[in-house]
Nanobody, 125 residues
Framework: QVQLVESGGGLVQAGGSLRLSCAASGRTFSNYAAGWFRQAPGKERELVASISWSGRDTYYAGSVKGRFTISRDNAKNTMYVQMNSLKPEDTAVYYC??????????????????WGQGTQVTVSS
Protein backbone atom coordinates (compact mmCIF):
# COMPACT_ATOMS: atom_id res chain seq x y z
CA GLN A 1 0.00 0.00 0.00
CA VAL A 2 0.95 3.64 -0.43
CA GLN A 3 0.05 6.52 1.85
CA LEU A 4 -0.44 10.00 0.41
CA VAL A 5 -0.24 13.38 2.13
CA GLU A 6 -1.00 16.65 0.36
CA SER A 7 0.41 20.05 1.30
CA GLY A 8 0.66 23.53 -0.13
CA GLY A 9 -2.94 24.63 -0.14
CA GLY A 10 -4.05 28.03 1.03
CA LEU A 11 -5.69 31.32 0.17
CA VAL A 12 -4.57 33.19 -2.92
CA GLN A 13 -5.92 36.06 -4.98
CA ALA A 14 -7.21 35.51 -8.47
CA GLY A 15 -4.34 35.48 -10.93
CA GLY A 16 -1.96 34.10 -8.32
CA SER A 17 -0.13 30.81 -8.11
CA LEU A 18 0.18 27.87 -5.76
CA ARG A 19 2.13 24.63 -5.87
CA LEU A 20 0.64 21.58 -4.24
CA SER A 21 2.78 18.64 -3.19
CA CYS A 22 1.80 15.04 -2.57
CA ALA A 23 4.24 13.02 -0.50
CA ALA A 24 3.99 9.25 -0.85
CA SER A 25 5.19 6.68 1.64
CA GLY A 26 4.97 2.93 1.88
CA ARG A 27 5.50 1.16 -1.40
CA THR A 28 7.66 2.49 -4.23
CA PHE A 29 5.83 5.46 -5.71
CA SER A 30 7.08 4.76 -9.23
CA ASN A 31 4.91 1.64 -9.24
CA TYR A 32 1.83 3.85 -9.44
CA ALA A 33 0.22 6.21 -11.89
CA ALA A 34 -1.09 9.25 -10.05
CA GLY A 35 -3.36 12.22 -10.34
CA TRP A 36 -4.84 15.31 -8.78
CA PHE A 37 -8.56 15.64 -8.21
CA ARG A 38 -10.65 18.42 -6.73
CA GLN A 39 -14.07 18.79 -5.20
CA ALA A 40 -15.87 22.07 -4.76
CA PRO A 41 -18.83 22.45 -2.36
CA GLY A 42 -21.94 20.91 -3.84
CA LYS A 43 -20.09 19.47 -6.80
CA GLU A 44 -18.77 16.06 -7.71
CA ARG A 45 -15.11 15.23 -7.45
CA GLU A 46 -13.37 15.86 -10.78
CA LEU A 47 -10.04 14.90 -12.25
CA VAL A 48 -7.72 17.87 -12.66
CA ALA A 49 -4.63 16.18 -14.07
CA SER A 50 -2.98 12.79 -14.17
CA ILE A 51 0.51 11.50 -14.79
CA SER A 52 2.07 8.20 -15.79
CA TRP A 53 4.45 6.31 -13.54
CA SER A 54 7.47 7.80 -15.31
CA GLY A 55 6.10 11.30 -15.60
CA ARG A 56 6.45 11.27 -19.38
CA ASP A 57 2.73 11.20 -20.10
CA THR A 58 0.21 13.60 -18.65
CA TYR A 59 -3.45 14.49 -18.99
CA TYR A 60 -5.21 17.75 -18.12
CA ALA A 61 -8.84 18.65 -17.76
CA GLY A 62 -9.86 21.31 -20.22
CA SER A 63 -10.60 23.79 -17.47
CA VAL A 64 -6.97 23.81 -16.27
CA LYS A 65 -5.01 23.10 -19.44
CA GLY A 66 -2.38 25.75 -19.99
CA ARG A 67 -2.58 26.93 -16.38
CA PHE A 68 -1.70 23.83 -14.32
CA THR A 69 1.35 21.61 -14.66
CA ILE A 70 1.56 18.18 -13.08
CA SER A 71 4.92 16.57 -12.39
CA ARG A 72 6.53 13.95 -10.20
CA ASP A 73 9.91 13.17 -8.71
CA ASN A 74 10.03 9.45 -8.06
CA ALA A 75 13.38 9.75 -6.32
CA LYS A 76 11.62 11.94 -3.73
CA ASN A 77 8.36 9.96 -3.82
CA THR A 78 6.55 13.20 -4.48
CA MET A 79 4.06 14.52 -7.01
CA TYR A 80 3.34 18.17 -7.66
CA VAL A 81 0.87 20.40 -9.38
CA GLN A 82 1.88 23.95 -10.21
CA MET A 83 -1.23 26.09 -10.48
CA ASN A 84 -0.91 29.45 -12.22
CA SER A 85 -3.43 32.11 -13.21
CA LEU A 86 -5.78 30.84 -10.54
CA LYS A 87 -9.46 31.68 -10.80
CA PRO A 88 -12.19 31.75 -8.14
CA GLU A 89 -13.71 28.68 -9.80
CA ASP A 90 -10.54 26.75 -8.92
CA THR A 91 -11.59 26.93 -5.27
CA ALA A 92 -11.93 23.39 -3.98
CA VAL A 93 -10.41 20.71 -1.82
CA TYR A 94 -7.62 19.15 -3.83
CA TYR A 95 -6.77 15.48 -3.46
CA CYS A 96 -3.89 13.44 -4.75
CA UNK A 97 -4.50 9.86 -5.72
CA UNK A 98 -2.52 6.86 -6.87
CA UNK A 99 -3.47 3.89 -8.98
CA UNK A 100 -2.15 0.38 -8.51
CA UNK A 101 -4.06 -0.85 -11.56
CA UNK A 102 -2.36 1.16 -14.29
CA UNK A 103 0.92 2.88 -15.07
CA UNK A 104 -0.47 5.34 -17.60
CA UNK A 105 -2.06 8.74 -17.01
CA UNK A 106 -5.51 7.44 -16.17
CA UNK A 107 -8.68 9.51 -16.41
CA UNK A 108 -11.11 6.97 -14.93
CA UNK A 109 -11.81 7.70 -11.28
CA UNK A 110 -12.32 4.03 -10.46
CA UNK A 111 -8.72 3.26 -11.33
CA UNK A 112 -7.47 5.28 -8.38
CA UNK A 113 -7.42 3.24 -5.20
CA UNK A 114 -5.26 5.32 -2.85
CA TRP A 115 -6.20 8.83 -1.76
CA GLY A 116 -4.80 11.61 0.37
CA GLN A 117 -6.83 13.55 2.91
CA GLY A 118 -7.08 16.68 0.78
CA THR A 119 -5.87 20.26 1.02
CA GLN A 120 -8.03 23.36 0.66
CA VAL A 121 -7.35 25.86 -2.09
CA THR A 122 -9.30 29.09 -1.95
CA VAL A 123 -9.04 31.70 -4.69
CA SER A 124 -10.47 35.10 -3.87
CA SER A 125 -11.75 37.46 -6.51
Amino acid sequence: QVQLVESGGGLVQAGGSLRLSCAASGRTFSNYAAGWFRQAPGKERELVASISWSGRDTYYAGSVKGRFTISRDNAKNTMYVQMNSLKPEDTAVYYCAASSTTLVAAVEHFKYDYWGQGTQVTVSS
